[in-house]
């Protein structure tokens, strides 16, 4: 599903002459095998924690639910494998006496795991638990495994892991190479042409021949005066981790599936679109938009474990009530040229524009939208029914952004159903406000499908 996206990404970016300039040509193995300097999306996660000691933020939980005949102690050995096929997850991080941050890559790293019997009530108690106990990432495995038998037919396990190896397509990976690990314990992984550290080092070796044509466009694209922000005008700063959560089922989901046929766009290009109508009923003529793109474009990257993503800003002309069509129509046009220099690190941009306090919330844009299409089943492992939920702990979803809006888009056609998580600081916002965005989002989507806004 992840390479059908890509695959039309390509396509959308050919069309419209913006390749790109990111070449195609393979990554080298690095020269050392235990060190590796920080890929951009690590350094962005590192500075963090080294701002914020103790923080959770960047703690992800997954709780899974296998039904059927599962072996525990089967499916912790799985995870053992696949933890000795990936080196991000043997991985430690480290700031040298000079400041410079590196990732130390270990030949093992144990890594935190229990298998008890439990009820499911005291199973997910124990797993929200391990999710809001900081990682000390210079020292502990960037993950964590619980395992529960809580039926005679019934397992659930908790994966705790960092957000510094984690990004969309991440779980995607990890499900596929733990159900193989699962079923076919005596059958060896296949061979990764690179390893996450391997591009990690060429990025690095990349960025000063990519760097200025992208910085060119980004700078003018966001220069000021810039959209002011929508969402956080009222005098609230978000500048704590604290947060609560709303999740919400899209009564128009099939409305937006009309509207982008009907403007020949991707669901996410016009979810984007109604999004920014809703900011632009304050009465701004533009409002920016953040995003979170993968960079997994290299030969090998598609099979990594590991965080390759990286925040675009989007800056969409709303006006006062634009029309639909010519609303969505730029907004797939910023999209597409945003996508083709995508590779330049964010923080990049930032420092070009003034610079980002790493204990502050985003200067450019105050929501943060990420659209997760297909999604996955989560490993299915034989004799076994799947099921599996984000935990929530407590905490800002992507640190100090006000709202972290992720979509899960279920199924397909007349059967597919779309999720929003709505992940928002608690002094930016309180619950009854997102709500009310979510439901106005709702009414957007269903009123640009009958092009009556």
């Not at 941050?101 to 391990?130: E, G, K, N, W, Y």
């Not at 210079?138 to 037919?153: K, W, Y």
Request: net charge negative; aromatic share 6%; glycine share 6%.
């Amino acid at each position: 599903m992840i390479a059908d996206r890509r695959a039309l990404l390509r396509e959308r970016l050919a069309s419209a002459g913006l390749r790109g300039t990111t070449d195609v040509q393979g990554v080298p193995r690095r020269g050392t095998p235990e060190r590796a300097r920080l890929s951009f999306a690590q350094a962005h996660t590192w500075r963090y924690e080294r701002a914020h000691p103790g923080s959770v933020s960047n703690n992800l939980g997954l709780l899974l639910t296998f039904t059927g005949e599962v072996d525990e102690n089967a499916l912790v050995a799985a995870m053992t494998r696949v933890v000795q096929h990936h080196e991000i997850l043997r991985t430690t991080y480290h700031t040298g006496p000079d400041d410079d941050s590196f990732q130390r890559i270990h030949p093992t790293l144990p890594f935190p795991c229990t298998v008890t019997r439990a009820s499911a009530d005291d199973a997910v108690a124990a797993a929200q638990s391990a999710l809001c106990a900081p990682f000390n990432l210079e020292s502990d495995a960037p993950l964590r495994l619980l395992v529960f038998r809580t039926q005679a037919d019934q397992v659930m396990a908790a994966i705790i892991v960092h957000h510094i190896l984690w990004d969309g397509a991440t779980f995607d990976v990890l499900s596929k190479e733990l159900e193989q690990a699962y079923a076919q314990p005596s059958v060896a992984l296949p061979d990764l042409p690179i390893q996450y550290a391997d591009l990690a080092e060429w990025q690095r070796d990349q960025h000063a021949r990519i760097r200025d044509g992208h910085l060119a466009y980004w700078t003018g694209r966001l220069a000021a005066p810039r959209p002011p922000h929508t969402l956080s005008s009222a005098g609230k700063a978000a500048v704590s981790e604290s947060a609560g959560r709303v999740d919400y089922r899209l009564t128009a989901a099939a409305a937006l599936a009309q509207l982008a046929a009907r403007n020949k766009v991707t669901p996410f290009v016009a979810f984007l679109a109604c999004w920014a109508a809703v900011l632009g009923r304050e009465g701004v003529a533009e409002v920016t938009v953040g995003t979170t793109v993968l960079t997994r474009d290299q030969p090998g990257a598609d099979g990594l474990i590991g965080n390759l993503a990286n925040h675009i800003v989007l800056r969409l002309p709303v006006g006062v009530a634009p029309e639909s069509t010519a609303l969505v129509a730029a907004t797939a046009r910023e999209f597409d040229a945003a996508l083709a220099h995508r590779d330049l690190p964010f923080e990049d941009i930032t420092d070009a524009l003034g610079g980002q306090d790493v204990g502050a919330p985003p200067t450019l844009f105050d929501s943060l939208v990420i659209f997760i299409p297909g999604g996955t089943d989560g490993p299915r492992l034989p004799g076994a029914r799947t099921r599996w939920r984000r935990l929530h702990n407590g905490a800002t979803q992507f640190p100090l952004v006000p709202l972290g809006i992720e979509v899960f888009v279920r199924g397909r056609g007349a059967e597919a159903v779309i999720d929003v998580e709505a992940t928002y600081a608690r002094n930016a916002f309180d619950i009854k406000t997102i709500n009310e965005l979510l439901a106005r989002l709702d009414r957007t989507i269903h009123d640009a499908a009958r092009e009556v806004w």
